[in-house]
Protein backbone atom coordinates (compact mmCIF):
# COMPACT_ATOMS: atom_id res chain seq x y z
CA UNK A 1 0.00 0.00 0.00
CA UNK A 2 1.06 3.91 -0.78
CA UNK A 3 0.69 6.89 1.27
CA UNK A 4 1.68 9.47 -0.93
CA UNK A 5 2.31 13.35 0.72
CA UNK A 6 1.89 16.18 -1.76
CA UNK A 7 3.95 19.14 0.29
CA UNK A 8 3.14 22.74 -0.56
CA UNK A 9 6.44 24.19 -0.48
CA UNK A 10 5.29 27.52 -2.19
CA UNK A 11 1.47 29.02 -3.66
CA UNK A 12 2.33 26.97 -7.12
CA UNK A 13 2.22 23.64 -5.74
CA UNK A 14 -1.31 24.05 -4.05
CA UNK A 15 -4.23 22.07 -4.57
CA UNK A 16 -7.44 23.77 -5.29
CA UNK A 17 -11.25 22.54 -6.37
CA UNK A 18 -10.37 23.76 -10.13
CA UNK A 19 -7.07 21.57 -10.49
CA UNK A 20 -8.59 18.00 -10.97
CA UNK A 21 -6.22 17.61 -14.39
CA UNK A 22 -3.43 18.27 -11.69
CA UNK A 23 -4.75 15.40 -9.37
CA UNK A 24 -5.59 12.98 -11.96
CA UNK A 25 -2.22 13.26 -13.15
CA UNK A 26 -0.70 12.81 -9.87
CA UNK A 27 -2.86 9.53 -9.17
CA UNK A 28 -1.91 8.24 -12.30
CA UNK A 29 1.65 8.64 -11.71
CA UNK A 30 1.77 7.11 -8.08
CA UNK A 31 -1.47 4.99 -8.35
CA UNK A 32 -2.06 5.72 -4.19
CA UNK A 33 -4.75 3.49 -2.39
CA UNK A 34 -5.65 6.80 0.08
CA UNK A 35 -5.79 9.97 -1.03
CA UNK A 36 -5.86 12.59 2.15
CA UNK A 37 -6.73 15.88 1.60
CA UNK A 38 -8.21 18.96 3.49
CA UNK A 39 -11.27 20.63 1.69
CA UNK A 40 -10.58 23.82 3.56
CA UNK A 41 -7.22 24.44 3.13
CA UNK A 42 -6.87 22.82 -0.43
CA UNK A 43 -10.22 22.93 -2.10
CA UNK A 44 -12.45 25.33 -2.01
CA UNK A 45 -12.56 28.60 -4.14
CA UNK A 46 -13.19 32.26 -3.29
CA UNK A 47 -16.92 32.14 -2.23
CA UNK A 48 -16.37 29.13 0.29
CA UNK A 49 -20.29 28.07 0.25
CA UNK A 50 -21.78 24.63 0.78
CA UNK A 51 -22.41 24.54 -2.81
CA UNK A 52 -18.79 25.34 -3.07
CA UNK A 53 -18.07 22.32 -0.63
CA UNK A 54 -20.19 20.13 -2.45
CA UNK A 55 -18.44 20.57 -5.65
CA UNK A 56 -15.23 20.21 -4.29
CA UNK A 57 -15.67 17.21 -2.94
CA UNK A 58 -17.60 15.79 -6.11
CA UNK A 59 -14.80 16.71 -7.99
CA UNK A 60 -11.76 15.73 -5.77
CA UNK A 61 -13.62 11.89 -5.61
CA UNK A 62 -14.07 11.99 -9.64
CA UNK A 63 -10.19 12.96 -10.40
CA UNK A 64 -8.94 10.65 -8.11
CA UNK A 65 -10.74 7.49 -9.16
CA UNK A 66 -10.46 8.20 -12.49
CA UNK A 67 -6.41 9.14 -12.62
CA UNK A 68 -5.49 5.70 -10.96
CA UNK A 69 -8.73 3.66 -11.99
CA UNK A 70 -6.85 0.49 -11.38
CA UNK A 71 -6.36 1.56 -7.52
CA UNK A 72 -9.77 3.59 -7.09
CA UNK A 73 -7.98 5.20 -4.70
CA UNK A 74 -10.29 6.14 -0.60
CA UNK A 75 -10.30 9.77 -0.79
CA UNK A 76 -10.52 10.98 3.14
CA UNK A 77 -11.01 14.58 3.65
CA UNK A 78 -9.66 15.76 6.34
CA UNK A 79 -11.59 18.78 7.89
CA UNK A 80 -10.85 20.81 10.91
CA UNK A 81 -13.00 23.05 13.24
CA UNK A 82 -13.18 26.42 13.89
CA UNK A 83 -10.62 27.23 16.49
CA UNK A 84 -13.35 28.50 19.45
CA UNK A 85 -14.20 26.64 22.16
CA UNK A 86 -17.99 26.40 21.24
CA UNK A 87 -17.04 24.65 17.83
CA UNK A 88 -14.38 22.50 19.61
CA UNK A 89 -17.31 21.03 21.81
CA UNK A 90 -19.25 20.01 18.75
CA UNK A 91 -16.75 17.14 18.37
CA UNK A 92 -18.91 15.37 20.47
CA UNK A 93 -23.10 15.38 21.23
CA UNK A 94 -26.06 16.57 19.24
CA UNK A 95 -23.86 19.45 17.50
CA UNK A 96 -21.16 16.76 16.11
CA UNK A 97 -22.55 17.41 12.44
CA UNK A 98 -21.38 20.98 12.94
CA UNK A 99 -18.21 20.93 13.44
CA UNK A 100 -16.56 22.80 11.18
CA UNK A 101 -17.70 25.50 8.45
CA UNK A 102 -19.09 23.21 5.80
CA UNK A 103 -19.92 20.14 7.61
CA UNK A 104 -23.31 20.08 6.48
CA UNK A 105 -22.66 19.56 2.80
CA UNK A 106 -19.32 17.39 4.00
CA UNK A 107 -21.32 15.20 6.00
CA UNK A 108 -23.69 14.74 3.43
CA UNK A 109 -21.18 13.43 0.68
CA UNK A 110 -19.51 11.43 2.88
CA UNK A 111 -20.07 8.16 4.70
CA UNK A 112 -18.42 8.47 7.78
CA UNK A 113 -16.96 11.74 9.46
CA UNK A 114 -14.12 11.48 12.45
CA UNK A 115 -14.20 14.62 15.04
CA UNK A 116 -10.86 15.30 16.18
CA UNK A 117 -9.98 18.18 18.74
CA UNK A 118 -7.52 18.98 21.15
CA UNK A 119 -7.98 17.36 24.46
CA UNK A 120 -6.22 20.04 26.47
CA UNK A 121 -5.92 24.40 26.10
CA UNK A 122 -2.18 24.29 25.42
CA UNK A 123 -2.96 21.66 22.66
CA UNK A 124 -0.18 19.02 23.60
CA UNK A 125 -2.32 16.97 25.87
CA UNK A 126 -3.34 14.38 23.00
CA UNK A 127 -6.52 14.39 21.16
CA UNK A 128 -10.23 13.33 21.60
CA UNK A 129 -11.63 11.69 18.58
CA UNK A 130 -15.23 11.12 17.87
CA UNK A 131 -17.69 10.01 15.74
CA UNK A 132 -19.15 12.86 13.72
CA UNK A 133 -21.26 10.71 11.27
CA UNK A 134 -21.41 6.71 10.38
CA UNK A 135 -23.69 5.42 7.70
CA UNK A 136 -24.32 1.41 7.94
CA UNK A 137 -22.78 0.63 11.65
CA UNK A 138 -23.43 2.07 14.94
CA UNK A 139 -21.49 5.06 15.96
CA UNK A 140 -17.76 4.61 18.10
CA UNK A 141 -17.89 6.21 21.45
CA UNK A 142 -15.76 9.16 21.58
CA UNK A 143 -12.02 8.35 23.16
CA UNK A 144 -8.92 10.34 23.93
CA UNK A 145 -5.47 9.53 22.85
CA UNK A 146 -2.13 11.00 23.68
CA UNK A 147 1.12 11.43 21.60
CA UNK A 148 4.43 8.98 23.89
CA UNK A 149 7.30 10.50 22.69
CA UNK A 150 9.10 7.11 23.93
CA UNK A 151 7.76 4.85 21.29
CA UNK A 152 6.35 7.34 18.90
CA UNK A 153 3.00 6.09 18.96
CA UNK A 154 -0.37 7.29 20.00
CA UNK A 155 -2.07 5.55 23.22
CA UNK A 156 -5.82 5.51 24.38
CA UNK A 157 -6.08 7.16 27.47
CA UNK A 158 -7.51 4.96 30.29
CA UNK A 159 -10.12 6.68 32.61
CA UNK A 160 -10.87 9.15 29.85
CA UNK A 161 -14.57 11.15 30.65
CA UNK A 162 -16.28 12.98 27.44
CA UNK A 163 -18.24 14.22 29.28
CA UNK A 164 -15.58 15.86 32.08
CA UNK A 165 -14.19 17.60 28.48
CA UNK A 166 -16.93 18.60 27.27
CA UNK A 167 -18.19 20.47 29.84
CA UNK A 168 -14.36 22.11 30.61
CA UNK A 169 -14.91 23.39 26.92
CA UNK A 170 -18.04 24.63 27.31
CA UNK A 171 -17.18 26.07 30.48
CA UNK A 172 -14.55 27.93 29.02
CA UNK A 173 -11.94 26.07 31.05
CA UNK A 174 -9.06 24.47 29.98
CA UNK A 175 -9.49 21.01 28.90
CA UNK A 176 -9.37 18.16 30.74
CA UNK A 177 -8.20 14.70 30.66
CA UNK A 178 -10.37 12.59 32.76
Not at 6 to 13: G, I, K, Q, T
Not at 92 to 121: D, I, Y
Not at 142 to 157: K, L
Amino acid sequence: KLLYFHVVEDPADAMRADDGMRLRATCAKVRPDVVVIDPLGDLLTEDNSDADMRRAISSTVGAARTGSPDTKPAVVFLHHARTNAASLAQAVGWERGNFGKGSKALAACCRAVVNVAPLTADGDGGLIVACGKVNDVRPFEPFAVEYDESDGRFHIVDGFSVDAWAAAVEGGQPCVKV
